[in-house]
């Protein structure tokens, strides 16, 4: 049996050859070294700048879960990163938003897609404030999905102005009640809620007696405060869960839900009356005026919102040729 010897040119050219791998996987050492050194150099960049920003920053892992959360973010609750992390951060959010927020946002977790939500968060004083949140996802060098690198701004102040914007689209500013708009999506509102449930509700129309006298006597701010304290004792007579409405001008109307029959109306209309007829004492004028009343009834009078009315204001002329207080039901 022969054996094959390695010549000195065999073992020169294998030590070569090692050498050479050694130094291949020296330089892949040296620059994984310098890659981590740049990841970190990145990081400690990426730290510095999202702290230094006026907003909020944080970031997921790929389940969702936060792992960091920005010096902003961490002023605002008052807490830790390690109080934070996890889903621990969501309790800070609104109970009335929660729920939503939690719905959007694992959707968006498992779909990995950006996403925009607005929500209440409690600062550390216990005080909530709307931010607007968005998130996009992040991926690794071979496009896995990473989790998400998000940012957050308040909203306060435009959601404020939303609402203020709202409220005076919907009401009386001089009494503060429900305006015509706002009265028709509430009695649609009701009508609809009685058909499903089998239930009645009445409407009445109310116009002030003397009014236009006292306005012509006393001036046009005397009658403001009049129509003021007309609308605080209305208010006195019906339930939390009815609906007072200014129409316009000396009109106002009510929704009764959920009536038994028409004792309930005649009831309310008798309280109304008694307290509209007791003369008003403003800025030491004393105004007497009362009211006429036209009542009509769900379903019995009518059953969609326009006719219910057109039936009440109808009811409401009746009553006023009587020439005092009183009241009238739709007889059609």
């Not at 036209?294 to 379903?299: E, N, R, T, V």
């Amino acid at each position: 049996m022969s054996v094959h010897r390695k010549t000195k040119g065999d073992l020169t050219r294998e030590l070569d050859e090692l050498k050479d791998k050694v130094s291949y996987f020296e330089e892949k050492a040296h620059k994984c070294k310098e890659c981590e050194a740049n990841l970190k150099e990145t990081e400690t960049r990426f730290m510095l700048m999202a702290d230094s920003a006026p907003v909020f920053i944080w970031m997921s892992e790929a389940d969702g879960k936060r792992n960091y959360f920005n010096k902003v973010w961490l002023d605002y609750t008052g807490r830790t990163i390690d109080e934070e992390s996890g889903n621990n951060w969501i309790k800070n959010i609104h109970p009335e938003d929660r729920e939503k927020f939690e719905e959007i946002y694992n959707k968006h977790v498992e779909l990995k897609e950006a996403y925009k939500v607005e929500y209440r968060l409690r600062r550390k004083d216990g005080i909530y404030r709307w931010i607007l949140e968005t998130g996009t996802p992040r991926h690794c060098m071979n496009n896995e999905f990473n989790g998400f690198i998000g940012s957050a701004v308040g909203i306060t102040e435009r959601k404020e102005a939303e609402d203020r914007l709202h409220y005076i689209a919907h009401h009386d500013m001089l009494t503060g009640l429900p305006n015509r708009m706002l009265f028709f999506d509430r009695l649609n509102n009701f009508i609809e809620q009685a058909k499903r449930y089998n239930y009645m509700l009445a409407l009445l129309f109310l116009d002030l007696n003397r009014f236009k006298a006292v306005n012509d006597l006393y001036g046009h701010h005397i009658g403001d405060m009049l129509l003021k304290e007309t609308a605080l004792r209305l208010n006195d007579c019906i339930r939390k869960s009815d609906t007072l409405a200014r129409m316009g001008g000396d009109e106002f109307n009510i929704i009764l839900s959920r009536i038994a029959g028409k004792k309930d109306p005649r009831s309310v209309a008798l309280k109304i009356i008694e307290s509209l007829t007791k003369p008003f004492l403003i800025e030491g004028y004393e105004c007497s005026v009362g009211t006429s009343i036209g009542i009509s009834i769900y379903p019995l009078n009518a059953s969609e919102a326009t006719m219910l009315i057109k039936k009440a204001d109808e009811a409401m002329y009746k009553a006023k040729e009587k020439k005092t207080s009183s009241f009238e039901f739709c007889t059609v």
